[in-house]
């Protein structure tokens, strides 16, 4: 007889074939293992599809159920470990929301994107989740984005000013701070400035724009602010 070996965190079980699983002798579908969740749970984090169809034929609320303390859905693993398909067959199977949130409050949008796994959040916004998510450190799919240089994809995860969720900077003040090289931060700063973003706001210490570029010695991208703000080139007085 054959089955799956699924090993998380150095646990090791099995997902048994339908007829083990439905026997008095094959384990339990439903038993959590610690916090790394059910069988369900194993077989979305390597992308056994099959077995997942198999559990769900028998106890179709599985399909909604959260580990016990992280709270992660089937969504949240297939999208953290890349399972493109997988994430569209839990929606067609059922699972029922796609902005679903764990106990950090990281949606399947942010968990694909804090990974690199941008064919997962391509898929993710073509079935219509929700952009303007954040987690509970503030972090957001355009925070990603950025760190990632992912710029093609900004204009797809940033949501509008006015409807964005609270994070420590704006985007042109996050990609001036971050640690990406000055030719990529001056790509980025382009594109967002091309997008609409302002660059004359000034940070919660009254800081422009082109002073964070010459304190982080990012220079080409303070030359191009002199373009765009030449009258915030300078440190603006106290207030």
Known sequence: MSCINCTVNARTFFIQPVYMCASEFGFPIDVHIGDTGTPIHAAARVGDMTSIDIMVSLDKSLLQQKTSTTKKSLLHFAARNNHVRMCTMLLEMGFDDVNVRDASRMTPLIEASSQGHWAIVAELLSLGCDTNVASVDMKT?????????????????????????????TPLQFAVLSALD?????????????MGEDPTVLTGIHQSLFVLCTNRMKLKCAAALKVHTPNLLEEPPTL
């Open 182 to 194: 000055d030719d990529t931060t001056l790509a980025v700063v382009e594109k967002l400035i091309g």
């Open 141 to 169: 799919p355009w925070i990603h984005c950025i760190e990632q240089q992912q710029i093609s994809l900004l204009e797809k995860v940033l949501p509008p000013k006015q409807s964005r969720c609270q994070t420590y900077s």
